[in-house]
């Protein structure tokens, strides 16, 4: 399973950034996509999940600034920041979970850095 993440880069604090991650639609049309982030030092953090339904679930340290959206036409996952603090700066990781299917799946990492 390929998951491909992409619109990571470097933002000043209060600005905002998108990402994006796609994969094939059979994968997506029966996974649950979620945005995982993982910063220097830290353990990887779930960051918001939205399920097959479109029912989304965020972390509370990202309530209220970020959006995780699904696209069921392009078979992609956005995540919406916008607020963006210091302490957002990780790698940010795309995943895809069917428990049925067995799938869990990841893409490569994309680095999203916010400046002071």
């Known amino acids: 399973v390929q998951l491909q993440a992409s619109g990571g880069g470097l933002v000043q604090a209060g600005g905002s950034l998108r990402l994006s991650c796609a994969t094939s639609a059979s994968i997506f049309s029966i996974s649950a996509m979620s945005w995982y982030r993982q910063a220097p030092g830290k353990q990887r953090e779930l960051v918001g999940v939205?399920?097959?339904?479109?029912?989304?679930n965020y972390a509370d340290s990202v309530k209220g600034r970020f959006t995780i959206s699904r696209d069921n036409s392009k078979s992609t996952v956005t995540l919406q920041m916008n607020s963006l603090k210091p302490e957002d700066t990780a790698v940010y990781y795309c995943?895809?979970?069917?428990?049925?299917?067995?799938?869990?799946?990841w893409g490569k990492g994309t680095q999203v850095t916010v400046s002071s």
């Open positions: 939205v399920t097959t339904g479109g029912t989304a």
């Open positions: 995943n895809a979970v069917a428990v049925a299917y067995g799938i869990d799946s």
